[in-house]
């Protein structure tokens, strides 16, 4: 059974907007850095491998998804950030060293906290969500047949 935690994440993420997902994932990030942390104070070597492994696979999805035609300059500081991330994640592992981990988590507070703002600023002029009442074939502005008649 998931922890509560877990499944509160779970759940807030069905039904996300993209950057909601983002500020998710650095959460894991942050999560899993701080795991990391205690694990370095506890000599558990496998539980640090562990969780920076983890944090690695969230910063590629993080970097993968990155528009770099859209994104422009903040995309390609988004690359170096990450691509630095990525290399001072793995001089911790091999060090074991947790400053190095807690600078990262100070890095990725401050990020989470500005997509936390995008996010808020986004959730503040949403229009609501559209749900289906029916199941009439309707053309979106893609031109990909869908089902339902929308409702706000």
Known sequence: MNNPRSAYRESDGHGAT???LVVLLYEQLIQDLR?????????NIELR?????????????????????????VARNLVHFYETLRANLWEAQL????????QQITDLLTLREAWAEVDRAESANAVPKLVPLATDAITSPSGETTSGNWKA
Request: proline content about 0%; hydrophobic content about 35%.
């Open 18 to 20: 993209a950057v909601r």
């Open 35 to 43: 795991q990391a942390g205690q694990a370095i104070e506890h000599n």
């Open 49 to 73: 491998t562990s969780r920076i492994n983890h944090a690695l696979d969230v910063v590629c999805l993080l970097q993968g998804t990155l528009n770099m035609e859209r994104g422009g300059k």
């Open 95 to 102: 060090r074991g060293c947790r400053e190095t981990l807690s």
